[in-house]
């Protein structure tokens, strides 16, 4: 199974190719790498937009100014018509992944709670709050990424992973942190 970097690399690659053939943004819609329901798909197509305009798309506003796409979005495959996403969408979608993606290094690397609030959605481009993810702002996004890092989304494996309070006292988080993220995510789950 592909990891988030893989897919991310892969998207950024197809949509470096689709694009440097023709100049097109048609065609890097159209080319199957840029999928609106893959967030590390839309991290990469902006990442690339920022690329080749050598700037940082600050809002919905000015990446349709650079690509035009409003109106291609109608071309992406298997989107039903009416049903879109929005380039605001697209935009919290690509930072949210950025953004989602350091919580997970950070653990992965052995941050602590305290490291973790450190990370800001707003270095990421996010507003304090947002829809359409996982989760909405920073405190459920650093719950998400505590559940998926000690897998308490997974109830069956609860039994052989450590308890919640062990999980605490390892990221030296209250207690109350890993039962908000416990119930968060098997609450999302059913």
Same mark, same amino acid.
């Given at each position: 199974?592909?990891? +988030?970097? +893989? !897919? ?7 949509i470096r190719d689709a694009?440097? %053939?023709?100049? @097109? ?17 839309? +991290?990469?197509?902006?990442? #690339? ?6 700037? %940082? ?14 109106? /291609? $979005?109608?071309?992406?495959?298997? !989107?039903e018509k009416g049903k ?12 949210? &992944? ?8 950070? $653990?992965?690397? =052995? ?5 973790? /609030?450190?990370? %800001? ?10 829809? =359409?993810?996982? @989760? &909405?702002?920073?405190?459920?996004? !650093?719950?998400?990424?505590? @559940? ?11 039994? /052989? ?5 062990? !999980?605490?006292?390892?990221? +030296? ?8 993220? #416990?119930?968060?995510?098997?609450? &999302?789950y059913k």
């Open positions: 199974m592909a990891t +988030e970097i +893989e !897919i991310y690399d892969r998207d950024l690659k197809g694009y440097s %053939k023709s100049k @097109s943004w048609e065609d890097v819609i159209t080319s199957g790498y840029f999928n609106s329901d893959e967030a590390t798909s839309m +991290e990469a197509f902006i990442d #690339f937009v920022e690329e080749i305009y050598q700037t %940082k798309v600050i809002d919905a506003k000015e990446l349709e100014k650079l690509t035009g796409l409003t109106a /291609l $979005l109608h071309k992406e495959p298997n !989107i879109e996403p929005t380039l605001e969408y697209i935009l919290i979608k690509a930072r949210y &992944s950025k953004y989602t993606r350091a919580l997970d290094k950070a $653990l992965q690397e =052995g941050a602590k709670y305290k490291d973790l /609030l450190q990370i %800001k959605p707003q270095d990421y481009g996010l507003p304090k709050s947002w829809s =359409g993810c996982l @989760s &909405s702002d920073q405190y459920s996004s !650093i719950l998400m990424a505590l @559940s998926f890092e000690f897998m308490l989304n997974e109830p069956g494996l609860l039994m /052989l992973l450590p308890d919640l309070r062990s !999980i605490a006292k390892e990221v +030296e988080a209250p207690y109350s942190v890993l039962m908000d993220a #416990f119930n968060l995510t098997n609450r &999302s």
